[in-house]
């Protein structure tokens, strides 16, 4: 058996325990190889056109096919994203925008530190509310006069409502998505305190101004995202070798998270997801104690985050061979992701793009066993807009749209399989930003 160096890192293969007669399984989940250390086999940048999948796409450019953002020097994307929130704000019959929303600050300023307000003016200009902690970082902010730094000297609130009475705010937008009731009753008291009055006929509840913005990626982002895919791969990548029978799934989870920061990646993307054995069948399982078992499957959700900006991947291997109901749900798990990222194009919707993978499964006879949404936008949050659920509203996907698509089926008991990547739609297709395979047969380790 393989022992996990000192630094998750190693490359060379571990030694896996082999089986006579092990197999992947048959049908479409078997066409590739089942080397002892999986390779990446697939080429980047992919595009998957209508009635296509992966094996059979043309390449493509990949982020080319996302919108150039605007860039102005020193000031990057972020001055063209301001000035069209300005538009937006003017377009609400609104005088000021609050944002709250830290994801909603960093698209807009560039500023991942948190803790901090953006008002943005129907007049175009912005002042971005801090403290001491960050002075330094905001630094380049205020030298590009993308917004005017106030670094408060008191608590949020009371420095939030002196700077709006200061901007002279009568019309200002909060973020109902993000504000809470507290919040906004604490604030709307602040502003009678000095002397506004009909303070809460002030404040306006607004929705999605910037997740509207946020939905589509421009090339900037599609590059930041693919570098954050990027990085996870090569950390599975470097971390399989060293996956072996009797391994707790906490084990290989902090080989994971700890080789994605190596490589780059501020933080997981979320609580990374180490299902052996019957594990599986849980979609969002916590890793614990249960140790790998050969002959028994394991999935593996895992996303990194790099400057922001998040990646979002699951696969389902098998050490040595693979049982026989796990094989069975693989293939038609494999068949409703192919099929389904096929049909990804602007101006088909979201639903229509979910019922394909659905009635896949459903026909398969494992309709009940498939109980969440076939996907989701991906960004500076794990999970944004657009949603390819059942229970989510159906709308149009549109060029720029980055979404995951995740089919999967949970046998209670024996354990599940899930195979993800993340597609940036385009006019004609999609693009894979993934380059995994996702046969079964790569899937197996030996």
């Not at 090339?219 to 070798?241: M, N």
């Amino acid at each position: 058996m393989g022992t996990p160096s000192s630094s998750p890192k190693a490359t060379s293969k571990a030694r896996k325990p082999q089986a006579e007669g092990a197999k992947a399984p048959a049908g479409p989940a078997a066409a590739g190889k089942r080397p002892g250390r999986p390779q990446v086999e697939a080429a980047k940048g992919r595009a998957v056109g209508p009635g296509e999948t992966d094996a059979g796409a043309i390449p493509a450019g990949g982020a080319e096919a996302a919108i150039e953002p605007k860039v102005v020097e020193g000031k990057g994307p972020y001055a063209a994203r301001l000035a069209r929130l300005s538009g937006v704000i003017a377009g609400q019959s609104l005088g000021h925008l609050l944002v709250t929303n830290p994801l909603d600050v960093a698209y807009l300023t560039g500023f991942l530190g948190g803790d901090s307000y953006l008002l943005v003016g129907a007049d175009g200009k912005s002042v971005l509310l801090s403290d001491f902690r960050f002075e330094e970082e905001l630094e380049p902010i205020r030298k590009a006069r993308l917004a005017r730094v106030v670094i408060r000297s008191r608590g949020l609130l009371d420095a939030t409502a002196d700077l709006l009475i200061e901007a002279r705010a009568s019309e200002v937008g909060l973020q109902a998505e993000h504000v809470t009731l507290a919040q906004r009753e604490s604030l709307v008291k602040a502003l009678g305190a000095r002397g506004l009055k009909s303070a809460a006929k002030a404040l306006a509840a607004t929705t999605g101004l910037i997740a509207g913005m946020r939905e589509i990626k421009d090339a900037g982002e599609v590059r930041l995202i693919r570098k954050a895919i990027e990085i996870q791969e090569q950390a599975l990548l470097a971390v399989l070798p060293t996956i072996q029978a009797g391994q707790p799934e906490r084990v290989i989870a902090a080989l994971l998270e700890a080789e994605m920061k190596s490589l780059g990646s501020s933080a997981p993307g979320f609580e990374t997801i180490i299902a052996a054995r019957a594990n599986g069948s849980l979609p969002h399982y916590r890793a614990g104690d249960t140790k790998v078992a050969l002959r028994e499957p394991l999935l593996i959700d895992w996303g990194a985050v790099y400057k922001g900006y998040h990646g979002d991947m699951t696969r389902t291997f098998s050490l040595v061979k693979w049982p026989a109901e796990i094989a069975e749900i693989y293939s038609v798990v494999l068949e409703a992701h192919e099929a389904s990222a096929a049909a990804l194009k602007a101006g088909v919707t979201t639903g229509e793009v979910d019922a394909i993978a659905r009635g896949i499964i459903d026909k398969a006879g494992f309709g009940e066993r498939f109980g969440h949404g076939l996907g989701h936008g991906i960004g500076l949050q794990g999970h944004e807009d657009p949603r390819l659920s059942p229970m989510a509203s159906s709308v149009e996907l549109r060029a720029g749209h980055v979404v995951t698509i995740e089919p999967g089926i949970y046998l209670p008991g024996v354990g599940g399989v899930r195979i993800e990547d993340c597609y940036l739609v385009t006019e004609k297709g999609a693009t894979n930003l993934c380059s995994l395979p996702k046969d079964a047969g790569w899937s197996t380790l030996t």
